[in-house]
């Protein structure tokens, strides 16, 4: 009678034991791909900055990056790190690395950041943080993106 009862409480035991650490698994997953997101988006957030701080914009109005602040990665095509200005409503410098491509972003308000996951060359997921800033009057955001699994 005792082994009759042992058998089928051992295998509750066993299923709710797989259950419980399933679930926290899940969580404890859920919350390490949180931090770093959060973590990847606060040095696209910096470099974001970087970036601003070394822009030239012309008396004709044309923009221009300083040359020391290219990274190697955004020089290579498809590199998986790229960055994108876009001046009032209209990009006007991107990354060698986004070759003829564009990112797909919305431009900010001064002092505004967004992150959110964007489709880049060949079809690449990336985390993307664009930020809005201004200079001369003239509203610009700046959107530095990369493969979240790069750092």
Same mark, same amino acid.
């Given at each position: ?8 409480? @051992? ?11 399933? @679930? ?62 876009? @001046? ?64």
């Amino acid at each position: 009678m005792m082994r009759s009862l042992l058998a089928p409480l @051992v295998i509750g035991l066993l299923l709710s034991l797989a259950v419980v650490f399933g @679930v926290q698994w899940s969580a404890v997953r859920a919350s390490v791909d949180s931090v770093m997101k959060d973590y990847i988006a606060g040095e696209l957030g910096q470099e974001s900055d970087e970036l601003f701080s070394a822009l030239e914009i012309q008396p004709d109005g044309e923009a221009k990056l300083q040359q020391h602040h290219f990274e190697p990665a955004f020089l290579v095509p498809s590199s998986g790190r790229y960055f994108q200005f876009m @001046v009032e409503r209209a990009i006007a410098l991107r990354s060698p690395s986004l070759t003829d491509e564009s990112l797909a972003m919305m431009p900010l308000k001064p002092g505004e950041r967004q992150v959110t996951y964007v489709t880049g060359p060949k079809g690449q997921m990336l985390l993307l943080s664009a930020t809005g800033y201004e200079a001369l009057g003239r509203p610009i955001t700046v959107a530095v993106a990369e493969l979240p699994t790069q750092k």
